[in-house]
């Protein structure tokens, strides 16, 4: 049985224990007699429902917040973000599943980084996810992959709870255990879970291979976002870029030297597709690139990881 399959036959649940003595410094802590049980701060929000028919929890996503930090509204169809992350987001959906497909290597998986932290490729990781999500015949599952500076959960309000790491570090947990499911029907997340000393071994495992091999495999119709530490600060990015079938490289206009794109480039050189995109620019140039080249030059957005 596979390991995607062995997960969707456990309940996909978060377990609740009244006895549970909560940790008082919002640490994420795993229970050794139930590795699928964390403890987490009680001053950390809650903001999910639990959904009566399904017995699941469902994080609300509050779309206020994040449409002032400048994320495009999923219930909005006409604004300029809305708008450009159409554009950005055709290619990708064209090489995942139309024509463009065709001798791509799992080209569902996409990763979102950039050369250095700071350029907004959790920003870019996050609204690509919402806007593909949109899309009524779309799934996404958004994967924090960046294990040493995690942000999507801290962006999304998802509280402490179990993510990638405790997947690769720990036999007991399974994939179903790490799932989050989202207010958007289409949209799942994977937390990044605890800092972890060994995280560049765990993301270089056979566990991990196994586990995107069969992400590309078993679910051919859902696009799978991985978002990324940078290139040039990490050593995990690169590890992640080998296990993808596409790449989108954030660089932040008038500010990422050159040379430190084309080394990032450089170090991506095994991915079949490679496409950028401007973040923070003040004008908008337009138009994908695959290589070498440069586009989309968007300049909103509040947010930057």
Same mark, same amino acid.
């Given at each position: ?47 999910? !429902? ?84 949109? @899309? ?36 007991? !947990? ?38 995107? @091999? ?92």
């Amino acid at each position: 049985m596979s390991i995607i399959e062995s997960a969707l036959n456990k309940a996909n649940k978060v377990e609740h224990d009244s006895n549970v003595h909560l940790n008082t410094q919002s640490e994420l802590k795993v229970n050794s007699d139930n590795p699928r049980l964390i403890y987490n701060n009680s001053d950390c929000k809650i903001n999910s !429902i639990i959904d009566q028919q399904t017995n699941k929890e469902i994080v609300e996503i509050d779309f206020t917040r994040l449409t002032s930090l400048g994320f495009v509204d999923p219930n909005d169809s006409n604004t300029q973000a809305i708008e450009e992350y159409r554009n950005i987001k055709r290619p990708i959906v064209n090489n995942a599943f139309g024509k463009g497909s065709v001798g791509i290597n799992r080209a569902n998986l996409i990763l979102i980084t950039s050369s250095l932290p700071g350029e907004g490729k959790t920003f870019t990781a996050i609204n690509l996810a919402l806007s593909i999500a949109n @899309e009524r015949d779309k799934k996404v599952l958004l994967i924090d992959a960046d294990v040493a500076r995690p942000s999507i959960s801290k962006v999304l309000g998802i509280e402490p709870r179990l993510g990638l790491i405790e997947y690769l570090d720990n036999e007991g !947990i399974l994939f179903s255990d790490i799932l989050v499911d989202t207010n958007i029907a289409g949209l799942r997340i994977v937390p990044a879970g605890k800092t972890h000393k060994h995280s560049t071994e765990l993301l270089s495992s056979n566990k991990m291979a196994l586990l995107v @091999e069969e992400l590309s495999s078993r679910y051919p119709d859902r696009i799978i976002i991985f978002d990324s530490p940078p290139l040039l600060a990490a050593t995990q990015g690169e590890i992640l870029a080998k296990l993808v079938g596409q790449i989108v490289l954030v660089v932040e206009a008038e500010k990422t030297l050159q040379s430190m794109v084309m080394e990032s480039v450089n170090k991506l050189s095994t991915c079949d597709v490679v496409l950028a995109v401007f973040n923070k620019s003040k004008g908008n140039t337009g138009g994908a690139f695959y290589g070498y080249g440069y586009g989309y030059g968007y300049g909103y957005g509040n947010y930057a990881n």
